[in-house]
């Protein structure tokens, strides 16, 4: 409880369902302070108590396969346990959840984009089962690659490397990071991802970020994919 603004929180631990008595007494600041109670019924629901591994979000990229992002784990109940993916109620392409052991993982083909996942669990209790979720997100990034970095001449214009993504469903953009954009003789064509220096440029090496961002957001996701490339930029 927040002894400042009567706030009460917090997550019931495993085999805690029942109903509590609870009582919150407030003391105001008067020299003769002045108090008031309030009781009332605390209820934690019965159910399966509900846990990830590792810690969420949880990130994959497109292209590659992450077969166990995460196992979602109930207790409680009556061992054994089915699990199923109950929202999104569309699944994207090699989003599942294995139904016995609730390992989730993404497939290859999972399109980029950030997915807003709830694991429900229903235990072997006869007639009424028991059931418990919970609710994650995995993150896929688009697929952003690179073609080998050219070294260019102080004082001359030139292309340093073409940027490009996969696992977008819609058109991507490509901005150069905060930094590099500083300098004002790199330039990024938003559209085509080619990178290139101007006459102004200097010579040394840099460190570049381009970041790609999907212009549209895939089915049933929460927020479009995005997806980063850092490469090292010659001048001589």
Known sequence: MNAATGAISGTPAANTAGSYVVTV????????????????????????FMTSSG????????????????????????YPYTYAITSPASLPAGLTVNPTSGVVGTSALTPAGTYHVTVTATDSTSGTPLTGSITFDIVVALQVSRTNPVAVTAGSAGTITTVSATGNTGTVTYALDAATAALGWVTLNSSTGVVAVTTGSVSGTKSITVTATDG?????????????????????
């Open 55 to 78: 810690s969420a979000p949880y990130h994959a990229t497109f292209g590659t396969a992450s077969a166990a992002q995460t196992a979602a784990l109930a207790t409680g109940g009556t």
């Open 216 to 236: 549209t957001t895939p089915a049933n996701a929460t927020a479009a994919g995005t997806g980063s490339v850092t490469f090292t930029m010659t001048i001589n």
């Open 25 to 48: 007494t407030a003391t105001d600041s008067a020299n003769v302070p002045v108090k008031g109670s309030a009781t009332f019924t605390l209820i934690v629901a019965g159910g399966l």
